[in-house]
């Protein structure tokens, strides 16, 4: 493997600057992350150079599990191959390790660079390899260059943080960041605070669906610290007006929860205007739906679908006979 000099050299980094290319962050370089990994006393060892690796050995980040840090769009990716193709290249390397017993290397950093180098159709890129790295620390290094790029997009920070602290959790220590020194060196590294760390990792226990909420501005983080207080199901039930939601009516949904949650009264509390009779009819249908939906489905075979209907019309007639002081007055 033949080394290379990073691709840019000290002129060609002004005349970039120069340009004000925004893409261009040198206070969130992926060596600030190393350098911070590093001294919460990881023996990190990495070549003193840069070496320029055939796209086509580099494999994805095996550790992401379901989830992953927000991508950029195949437009975004177009968009940003004629910048590439002018300057020659990334602006910085990626960040890789060697797959043990192959040829092969697995991408840490640089997701977005490694795609944008491959849209652009060329054939190697500029990444430094990081020697005997252990899938802890790949994955301290993946979430933590991703955190600080990432800065502005909330689902990320709280993405990020949490695979920080999982990561550690699953060695054995402490769950509380004040009993961790590793995970103090990289709040302070990272330049945040404790206690937004603490919110971020409150959030995790959000939906899925009401993350857009926060990164577009619609729900603060106060209120999301406190809908996250809330049951999944409840949750879902507030979903269609998040928009309203301040930090007051969070508290309130988390005080009518421990009270004795009511679906009515937490649309009252969120629109402060009670539902008319046709909302808590459409509202009751659409329970009872989606349970019949699922009771269907564990106890019928294909068999019975065409006649699902009568089926069920005449399970309903068969109970309104039972029950007929349910039946409404014609």
């Known amino acids: ?3 290379k ?3 840019l050299d000290e002129a060609e980094m002004d005349a970039i600057l120069d340009e004000d290319i925004s893409a261009l962050d040198t206070g969130r370089s992926d060596q600030k992350i190393l350098d911070i990994v590093r001294s919460s006393g990881r023996e990190l060892t990495a070549a003193q150079d840069f070496y320029e690796i055939p796209v086509d050995l580099i494999d994805p980040f095996s550790m992401k599990g379901a989830s992953d840090f927000s991508r950029w769009s195949d437009e975004e990716v177009q968009n940003a191959v004629p910048t590439f193709r002018q300057y020659g290249g990334s602006f910085e390397p990626i960040i890789v390790r060697q797959k043990q017993g192959s040829d092969r290397f697995e991408l ?3 997701e977005q660079r490694l795609r944008v180098t491959r849209a652009a159709g060329a054939k ?10 252990s899938d802890s620390e790949a994955l301290d290094i993946f979430a933590l260059t991703n955190i600080q790029r990432r800065s502005t997009v909330i689902s990320d920070q709280i993405y990020g943080w949490g695979l920080v602290v999982e990561n550690h959790s699953n060695q054995g220590a402490r769950s509380d960041l004040g009993a961790q020194d590793t995970l103090t060196a990289y709040i302070k590294g990272v330049q945040t ?8 990792l409150a959030l995790r226990s959000l939906i899925p669906e009401l993350l857009p909420a926060l990164d577009e501005g619609k729900l603060s983080m106060r209120a999301g610290e406190k809908i996250a207080a809330l049951t999944p199901e409840h949750q879902k039930v ?11 009516i969070g508290a309130q949904l988390v005080e009518l929860e421990k009270t004795g949650w009511d679906d009515n009264t937490a649309f009252e509390i969120v629109t402060g205007k009670k539902k008319s009779k046709r909302q808590n009819y459409d509202s009751s249908m659409r329970t009872a739906m989606l349970h019949a939906r699922k009771y269907v489905a564990g106890h019928f075979n294909e068999a019975c679908y065409e006649d699902l209907s009568t089926i069920i019309v005449d399970a309903l007639e068969a109970w309104l006979e039972q029950h007929p002081d349910m039946r409404r007055e014609k």
């Open 238 to 248: 507030i979903l269609p007006h998040v928009h309203l939601i301040s930090e007051s």
């Open 108 to 110: 840490i950093a640089g």
């Open 1 to 3: 493997m033949a080394k």
């Open 124 to 133: 190697t890129i500029t990444a430094r390899v990081i020697r005997n790295c």
């Open 193 to 200: 605070s404790r206690s937004q760390v603490y919110r971020y």
């Open 5 to 7: 000099k990073f691709m």
